[in-house]
């Protein structure tokens, strides 16, 4: 049963606006959530997370925006660019003492010049 | 800086074959864990260790196995390939602790089944 879910398979936008994934999370005892980003042939690697302490996270041009109450976050890259081109994970810590992480399906987002 | 490395980049093989994975990390985390990686799947967990020697079934185990005779080096096992194992496997690792959500991945070997 996942429990972290990203519904949108793919995403296309143009350079310069706004990207917006989006994730959804069905276990109400997350409490952190991470994004993952991941270019082919290469592992994903640590973008930006969030505590369900707060509901908004920023470094540079990406933010991460947490609902709790509609279990739903998102992730905005403002401004997109061709380099953000990639598969972006959404991830939570299933909460277990082994590190354990449940991610989501992944969606690839594509920046068009 | 923290380093994941894994043995090959590319692999192919015969069905029926045994296959190893190896995975190294340099940052002396206690967690180790292999995922496969499937279009439309997404990052799914086969096995994890969070020890020497220690191993746990994630998600999806079967027609896996694994080892960890030292701290820095973990090893996916598949007894006899099957084409429905080909795919990306990805190696990661992270520490135990407050910090230990985020998983440090390696770069991922893609394997064929033939």
């Known amino acids: 049963d996942q429990q972290v879910k990203q519904n949108s398979p793919s995403l296309s936008v143009q350079e310069g606006r706004i990207s917006i994934l989006n994730c959804d999370y069905t276990?109400?005892?997350?409490?952190?959530f991470l994004w993952y980003k991941k270019y082919p042939a290469e592992g994903p690697t640590f973008l930006i997370s969030?505590?369900?302490?707060?509901d908004k996270n920023e470094d540079g041009r990406f933010t991460v925006f947490l609902n709790k109450s509609a279990k739903h976050l998102s992730l905005h890259i403002v401004p997109s660019q061709p380099g953000d081109s990639a598969v972006y994970f959404c991830?939570?810590?299933?909460?277990?003492?082994?590190?354990?992480?449940?991610f989501g399906a992944g969606t690839q987002v594509v920046v068009t010049p | 800086d923290v380093k994941v490395t894994q043995s090959s980049r590319y692999l192919v093989k015969r069905t029926g074959e045994k296959v190893f994975l190896e995975c190294v990390q340099d940052?002396?985390?206690?967690?180790m864990f292999w995922y496969r990686q499937d279009p439309g799947l997404g990052l799914r967990l086969i096995y994890f260790?969070?020890?020497?020697?220690?191993?746990e079934k994630g998600d999806i185990p079967e027609g896996y196995s694994v080892s960890r005779e030292k701290k820095e080096r973990f090893s996916l096992i598949l007894e006899s390939a099957s084409t429905n194992q080909t795919s990306m496997y990805l190696c990661?690792?992270?520490?135990?602790?407050?910090?230990?959500?985020?998983?440090?991945f390696g770069p991922g070997t893609r394997l064929t089944v033939t």
């Open positions: 990661a690792s992270s520490p135990i602790g407050q910090g230990g959500h985020e998983q440090y």
């Open positions: 276990n109400s005892m997350f409490d952190y």
């Open positions: 969030i505590s369900s302490i707060k």
């Open positions: 991830a939570a810590p299933s909460g277990d003492s082994w590190g354990k992480l449940q």
């Open positions: 940052m002396d985390h206690e967690n």
């Open positions: 260790s969070y020890d020497v020697k220690m191993k």
